[in-house]
């Protein structure tokens, strides 16, 4: 029989941790090539720039505060002076061109870095950190300032995936364990893990009260709750765009080679640092997150044609290939989130179904004005 021999021990090291996001199991955790080779666990140790793989809690936070897919920013040059080594910083998408006024859902689409920045302008520094720190990140060394758009400030990869986490299981703030249970050799449960489990159907016991008609699917949810409730940290309809808009990234935009898994639930994020030297995935659905990383322990160049895409996505798909649950999972759309038909260009919303236009997701509260009104 034909055997396969390495020739050549790779430099490169990747990591991967995935997460039941309803009650934060570890359902896999790769750290590097081996333990026999490092004991470096990177997927827990190992802080790296996740670079536009943070985008996602961007956006989220954005779309709380009232900027939404539709809203219309300019992706054009900038040049920025007030950081903290004082040098002058002139930011620029991958692909060094820049495409004028961009809505919200095409700029996270196709992670551009400029549009990034101006949302977070209008968000404000202050009111992003304290989003993060909401959702469990750790922000006491952030640096305060707007490379915060572009993922500058490091975490594990298993701090994104507990992030990505919140925004699969609908904004529920969940904490990653692996033991579920110990037990003696005469099968006695000497320890059973009882994490705080997301669950929006359990809310306040009010489904009865706050709702006219009360679904099946919600009451088998909420008894069949085995455990505390975890906190919600995350609006559910910010979690329901932005997971709307992570879905094109994977439909036609930076994460589109996951469409070989000819799925229509799965959602996700690219990420390449500067260099590039550390490259990230992050994608899930109602059931299953992952997180994939790829780097250099001594942060050498990857290469300059290596991206999220190209180097952490295929990893991301081959294991979700074999791990995720063949039936497909839609997510509900909340109440409170309103669909409408706006205008490709503009953003504004349109009567009828116009050439150009195209179906759009919004707050109730923040819905666009009609186009010429």
Same mark, same amino acid.
């Given at each position: 029989?034909?055997?396969?021999?390495?020739?050549?021990?790779? $430099?490169?090291?990747?990591?991967?941790?995935?997460?039941?996001?309803?009650?934060?199991?570890?359902?896999?955790?790769?750290?590097?090539?081996?333990?026999?080779?490092?004991?470096?666990?990177?997927?827990?140790?190992?802080?790296?720039?996740?670079?536009?793989?943070?985008?996602?809690?961007?956006?989220?936070?954005?779309?709380?505060? +009232?900027?939404?897919?539709?809203?219309?920013?300019?992706?054009?040059?900038?040049?920025?002076?007030?950081?903290?080594?004082?040098?002058?910083?002139?930011?620029?998408?991958?692909?060094?061109?820049?495409?004028?006024?961009?809505?919200?859902?095409?700029?996270?689409?196709?992670?551009?870095?400029?549009?990034?920045?101006?949302?977070?302008?209008?968000?404000?520094?202050?009111?992003?950190?304290?989003?993060? %720190?909401?959702?469990?990140?750790?922000?006491?060394?952030?640096?305060?300032?707007? @490379?915060?758009?572009?993922?500058?400030?490091?975490?594990?990869?298993? %701090? &994104?995936?507990?992030?990505?986490?919140?925004?699969?299981?609908? +904004?529920?703030?969940?904490?990653?364990? /692996?033991?579920?249970?110990?037990?003696?050799?005469?099968?006695?449960?000497?320890?059973?893990?009882?994490?705080?489990?997301?669950?929006?159907?359990?809310?306040?016991?009010?489904?009865?009260?706050?709702?006219?008609?009360?679904?099946?699917?919600?009451? /088998?949810?909420?008894?069949?709750?085995?455990?505390?409730?975890?906190?919600?940290? *995350?609006?559910?309809?910010?979690?329901?765009?932005?997971?709307?808009?992570?879905?094109?990234?994977?439909?036609?935009?930076?994460?589109?080679?996951?469409?070989?898994?000819? $799925?229509?639930?799965?959602?996700?994020?690219?990420? @390449?640092?500067?260099?590039?030297?550390?490259?990230?995935?992050?994608?899930?659905?109602?059931?299953?997150?992952?997180?994939?990383?790829?780097?250099?322990?001594?942060?050498?160049?990857?290469?300059?044609?290596?991206?999220?895409? @190209?180097?952490?996505?295929? &990893?991301? &798909?081959?294991?979700?290939?074999?791990?995720?649950?063949?039936?497909?999972?839609?997510?509900? *759309?909340?109440?409170?989130?309103?669909?409408?038909? &706006?205008?490709?260009?503009?953003?504004?919303?349109?009567?009828?179904?116009?050439?150009?236009?195209?179906? %759009?997701?919004?707050?109730?509260?923040?819905?666009?004005?009609?186009?010429?009104?």
């Amino acid at each position: 029989t034909r055997q396969w021999r390495l020739t050549q021990v790779p $430099r490169a090291q990747a990591a991967l941790v995935s997460l039941d996001p309803t009650s934060g199991a570890i359902r896999s955790l790769v750290g590097g090539m081996g333990f026999e080779l490092s004991k470096f666990n990177r997927a827990t140790q190992a802080k790296r720039q996740p670079g536009s793989n943070f985008k996602a809690f961007l956006y989220a936070a954005a779309i709380e505060n +009232g900027i939404t897919p539709a809203t219309l920013i300019n992706d054009a040059p900038i040049v920025l002076d007030n950081l903290s080594n004082d040098e002058i910083w002139r930011p620029e998408n991958d692909s060094g061109r820049f495409y004028g006024p961009t809505r919200g859902r095409d700029a996270l689409t196709f992670s551009r870095n400029l549009v990034s920045i101006r949302v977070l302008q209008r968000l404000g520094i202050p009111r992003f950190i304290d989003y993060v %720190e909401r959702l469990g990140f750790d922000t006491s060394t952030m640096a305060r300032n707007l @490379t915060l758009a572009l993922g500058t400030h490091a975490f594990t990869p298993l %701090e &994104i995936a507990t992030g990505y986490a919140i925004v699969a299981n609908g +904004g529920f703030k969940v904490s990653p364990y /692996l033991i579920e249970r110990i037990e003696t050799t005469d099968g006695e449960v000497v320890y059973e893990a009882m994490p705080a489990l997301a669950c929006a159907a359990c809310e306040g016991e009010n489904l009865a009260a706050d709702t006219e008609v009360v679904r099946m699917e919600d009451i /088998l949810e909420a008894s069949a709750l085995d455990g505390p409730l975890a906190p919600r940290v *995350m609006d559910a309809r910010a979690s329901f765009i932005v997971t709307s808009m992570l879905q094109d990234v994977i439909q036609r935009g930076t994460g589109r080679r996951a469409g070989a898994l000819e $799925r229509k639930d799965i959602a996700g994020k690219t990420g @390449t640092t500067n260099g590039p030297r550390d490259a990230w995935f992050s994608g899930f659905n109602a059931s299953l997150v992952t997180t994939t990383w790829v780097g250099f322990d001594d942060y050498s160049l990857l290469g300059r044609r290596e991206f999220g895409g @190209t180097a952490a996505l295929p &990893i991301w &798909i081959e294991f979700m290939r074999e791990a995720l649950d063949p039936e497909q999972t839609p997510t509900p *759309m909340p109440e409170g989130v309103v669909r409408l038909r &706006i205008d490709k260009e503009t953003g504004e919303r349109v009567r009828g179904s116009p050439e150009n236009s195209t179906l %759009e997701y919004f707050l109730e509260e923040f819905l666009p004005a009609y186009q010429g009104d």
